[in-house]
Nanobody, 115 residues
């Protein structure tokens, strides 16, 4: 059974940085892609960044130039480095992995950007 566990969220001041981690267990070699999404109250879930297996990253508009998605060599952990955080980045950040025609999700980690 594949599971995703996110960590690294917290409270940060505007302009600060955070690094999120998503650790996967199980058949991680079957992942076609891993991605970060975020969701705020009253808003639709938004793509932050996606990293396909063997391919380059794609970023959502809000993440371009500020966030970087990366993966460890084993391919079982994906990171999201977030710099120059703004109040509008406040959300629950969720990790997702694509396996075949399905996706699995972690439970999310809260990021709050506030002075």
């Amino acid at each position: 059974q594949v599971q995703l566990v996110e960590s690294g969220g917290g409270l940060v001041q505007p302009g600060g940085s955070l690094r999120l981690s998503c650790a996967a267990s199980g058949r991680t070699m079957a992942f076609k892609a891993m991605a970060w999404y975020r969701q705020s109250p009253g808003k639709q879930r938004e793509l932050v960044a996606v990293l396909p297996a063997g391919g380059g990253p794609t970023y959502g508009e809000a993440a371009k130039g500020r966030f970087t998605i990366s993966r460890n060599k084993a391919g079982n952990t994906v990171y999201l480095q977030m710099n120059d955080l703004k109040s509008e980045d406040t959300a629950v950040y969720l990790c997702s992995a694509a396996i075949g025609a399905s996706s699995i999700w972690g439970q999310g980690t809260q990021v709050t950007v506030s002075a």
